[in-house]
């Protein structure tokens, strides 16, 4: 049975960092790409950024390009997610996501989230 | 705002069929491709029901089923239940190598 498990979640002030995890099962993580996607209060999904399975090969939303990393430990079965210069606007339930055997059909199995707050 | 807009609400009444659309509108991002939906219950897990545009995974219902023309992909709930209440989202892979939701649906069964 797949499991995602996110956590790490928090309040965070404006301009800090924070790192988010997502430890994965009952799958074969190193195969498979990893997806953040948020949820930001009375909103729609929005998807943040996607690791290939090996790890080289990194996209990411506008809105978070050049502030947020993805990285995955492909040992231990975990995604991350490293969020800098973090703003109010990031508020949100950040949700990891198991990519589908088809790189391109996107993400089919997701975790329940873990929420962070960006406030001072 | 998402360049796949979807209609802020649907409702049915239990039994009758609704549709949601997906309209893709030209943005940076070039093509959409590969559409999906999910439905979500706030508060739990989002959960795949369509992707490749019109497959469905196993062990979803068959109630749930998608088309795709032209700038519109489309999801259709038949038989409606009260377990269909929920958000609905479109999503898709870009030619930028990104993914993009649509705003997301609304359904109320009525």
């Known amino acids: 049975q797949v499991q995602l498990v996110e956590s790490g979640g928090g309040v965070v002030q404006p301009g800090a960092s924070h790192s988010l995890s997502c430890a994965a099962s009952g799958f074969a993580f190193a195969y498979t790409a990893m997806h953040w996607v948020r949820q930001a209060p009375g909103k729609g999904l929005e998807w943040v950024a996607v690791i290939s399975s090996d790890g080289y090969n990194t996209y990411y939303a506008d809105s978070v390009k050049g502030r947020f990393i993805i990285s995955r430990d492909n040992s231990n079965n975990i995604v991350f997610l490293q969020m800098n210069s973090l703003r109010v606007e990031d508020t949100a339930v950040y949700l990891c996501?198991?990519?589908?055997?088809?790189?391109?059909?996107?993400?089919?199995?997701w975790g329940q989230g873990t929420t962070v707050t960006v406030s001072s | 705002q998402s360049p796949l807009t979807q209609p802020a609400s649907v409702s049915g009444s239990p039994g009758q069929s609704i549709t949601i659309s997906c309209i893709a509108t030209s943005s940076d991002l070039g093509h959409y491709n590969y559409f999906s939906w999910c439905q979500h219950h706030p508060g739990k897990a989002p959960k795949l029901l369509i992707y490749?545009?019109?497959k469905r995974p196993s062990g979803v219902s068959v109630r749930f089923s998608a088309s795709y023309s032209g700038s519109t992909a489309s999801l259709t709930i038949s038989g409606l239940q009260s377990e269909d209440e929920a958000d609905y989202y479109c999503s898709s892979f870009t030619d930028a190598n990104v993914w993009v939701f649509g705003g997301g649906t609304k359904l109320t069964v009525l």
């Open positions: 996501a198991k990519g589908t055997s088809h790189y391109y059909y996107g993400l089919d199995v």
């Open positions: 490749d545009d019109t």
